[in-house]
């Protein structure tokens, strides 16, 4: 069993930057895929990113191609989302999740996570 916390949000102009953390309690990430997501009031759960712990091999969508950068930090049993170039649209809960999948490389597989942090509000004013 393991246990995230997203924390990180918080209000920024267009065009500015944010880096969101998820720390894990009860296990480290050894063996799991963990992702971010984010979810508007109104609208489906959006993946943006995710990362293997087996070799941290990386996936991003669209939204998140070429502005969003996610890393670990083993040590702190940390993953990061840094944010920049954010707009009015990123506006959204973010969370993190991680799913348990021992030497999976491609982290998409994460769509199945059961395992949810509490979510951490990102607004970008105009």
Request: aromatic share 10%.
């Given at each position: 069993?393991?246990?995230?916390?997203?924390?990180?949000?918080?209000?920024?102009?267009?065009?500015?930057?944010?880096?969101?953390?998820?720390?894990?309690?009860?296990?480290?990430?050894?063996?799991?895929?963990?992702?971010?997501?984010?979810?508007a009031p109104g609208k489906e759960r959006e993946p943006l990113s995710c990362i293997s712990s087996y070799d941290n091999?990386?996936?991003?969508?669209?939204?998140?191609?070429g502005r969003f950068t996610i890393s670990t930090d083993n040590a702190k049993n940390t993953v990061s989302l840094q944010m920049n170039?954010?707009?009015?649209?990123?506006?959204a809960v973010y969370y993190c999740a991680a799913a348990f999948f021992p030497r999976v490389s491609v982290c998409t597989?994460?769509?199945?996570?059961?395992?949810?942090?509490?979510g951490t509000q990102v607004t970008v004013s105009s």
């Open positions: 069993d393991v246990q995230l916390q997203a924390s990180g949000g918080g209000q920024v102009q267009a065009g500015g930057s944010l880096r969101l953390s998820c720390v894990a309690s009860g296990s480290t990430f050894d063996g799991y895929v963990i992702g971010w997501f984010r979810q091999s990386t996936s991003y969508s669209e939204s998140a191609k170039s954010l707009k009015p649209e990123d506006t597989v994460v769509v199945e996570a059961p395992y949810w942090g509490q």
